[in-house]
């Protein structure tokens, strides 16, 4: 196996916990406009594809509804000021992305968050440890497109063969498939074991510190 010196980490249920404030995001915006709320399993079940798909999948009739553009553009700005409310790293990643580090692996972000907010939660959260963080925008695609992985590639001057890619969902596992990266899934997230395998992760983890007992080859 190739020798690696590049973890590029999805966000949302890989390295943070961010279902309650995404949920809670939701909800407002759909109590505002008079929608049944949703459940956390539901909100669970709906996000990995970007923001506009949450949006999409929450609101009655989806992008058919009148106003679909208001809730996603209100969810953004709702979402902006409240996503640090509850949200938390899982057990063990900040052990995990400090050891890394100390390791002097090459640590990217790259989710299908906004890119601002997955700019300003990385920095919140794993300031110290991952410099390179990269979410939707204009100029990036949304997984599973690999133009993420791509550009963080580029900006930490590292290449395929070096990287794995982690994340927890089977977008994460054909972002990983489509930019030529090895696949860790991570069963701590928001899609369980049976999704990884059939999407054809090339490992599955149960634990952030079992991911060293792959870099190791």
Same mark, same amino acid.
Request: proline share 4%.
């Given at each position: #196996? ?8 999805? #966000?949302? %249920? ?17 109590? /505002?406009? !008079?929608?049944?709320?949703?459940? &956390? ?23 058919? =509804? ?17 996503? @640090? =409310? +509850? ?9 995990? &992305? ?18 601002? *907010? *997955? +700019? ?7 300031? !110290? ?13 949304? +997984?599973?497109?690999?133009? %993420? ?17 982690? !994340? ?8 990983? @498939?489509?930019? !030529? ?7 701590? %997230?928001?899609?369980?074991? /049976?999704?990884?395998?059939? #999407? %054809? ?17």
């Amino acid at each position: #196996m190739e020798s690696f010196d590049t973890v590029i980490f999805d #966000m949302d %249920g890989t390295t943070l916990n961010t279902i309650e404030d995404l949920s809670d995001s939701v909800n407002f915006i759909l109590t /505002k406009y !008079g929608y049944p709320n949703r459940t &956390l399993e539901e909100i669970k079940s709906f996000v990995g594809n970007g923001v506009a798909n949450l949006i999409e999948r929450s609101i009655p009739d989806g992008r058919n =509804n009148p106003n679909f553009e208001n809730c996603l553009s209100e969810y953004k700005d709702y979402y902006r000021d409240n996503m @640090q =409310n +509850k949200t938390a790293p899982y057990d063990g990643i900040i052990e995990l &992305l400090r050891e890394l580090r100390k390791r002097n692996y090459k640590l990217a972000i790259v989710s299908n968050k906004f890119d601002k *907010a *997955a +700019k300003e939660l990385n920095t919140k959260y794993f300031g !110290g440890c991952i410099d390179v963080a990269i979410g939707e925008s204009e100029n990036v695609k949304k +997984k599973p497109a690999p133009d %993420g992985v791509f550009k963080a590639l580029k900006e930490l001057n590292s290449t395929p063969k070096k990287a794995v890619y982690v !994340g927890d969902s089977e977008v994460d596992v054909k972002t990983a @498939q489509n930019a !030529g990266l090895i696949c860790i899934g991570v069963t701590w %997230g928001f899609r369980d074991r /049976k999704v990884l395998e059939k #999407m %054809g992760a090339d490992f599955i983890i149960d634990k952030p510190e079992e991911l060293f007992n792959i870099l190791k080859g």
